[in-house]
């Protein structure tokens, strides 16, 4: 079992930044790939980033594609999104998402565990 811990969210202004954190509870962490979703009001859950867990590989979501960056930190357990350029449409709850497999992409079933979301709201 993995428990995931988002942090991060708040409200910025259009063109802000944000670093978002997910902190897991295992110390096998380097052993699962990692990923952020997103999920805003009356919306599906969409894919944002994703990246292996050894840092070789990442995944974006071409939405968010030179404007958000993911990150990892295997000695601290701990996923970042580094959120730069935000717009209104980036408003959204935030999950990060751990799938036990060295690389993972977009697809949710792939993901076997999941944080309690941050929320992140853009304003004009």
């Known amino acids: 079992q993995v428990q995931l811990v988002e942090s991060g969210g708040g409200l910025v202004q259009a063109g802000g930044s944000l670093r978002l954190s997910c902190v897991a509870s295992?110390?096998?962490?380097?052993?699962?790939?990692m990923g952020w979703f997103r999920q805003a009001p009356g919306k599906e859950r969409e894919f944002v980033t994703a990246i292996s867990r050894n840092r070789m590989r990442t995944y974006y979501a071409d939405s968010v594609k030179d404007r958000f960056t993911i990150s990892r930190d295997n000695a601290k357990n701990t996923v970042y999104l580094q959120m730069n350029s935000l717009k209104l449409e980036d408003t959204a709850v935030y999950y990060c998402a751990a799938a036990d497999r060295s690389i993972v992409g977009a697809d949710m079933r792939e993901y076997s565990y999941w944080g309690q979301g941050t929320q992140v709201t853009v304003s004009s």
């Open positions: 295992r110390r096998t962490f380097s052993n699962y790939a």
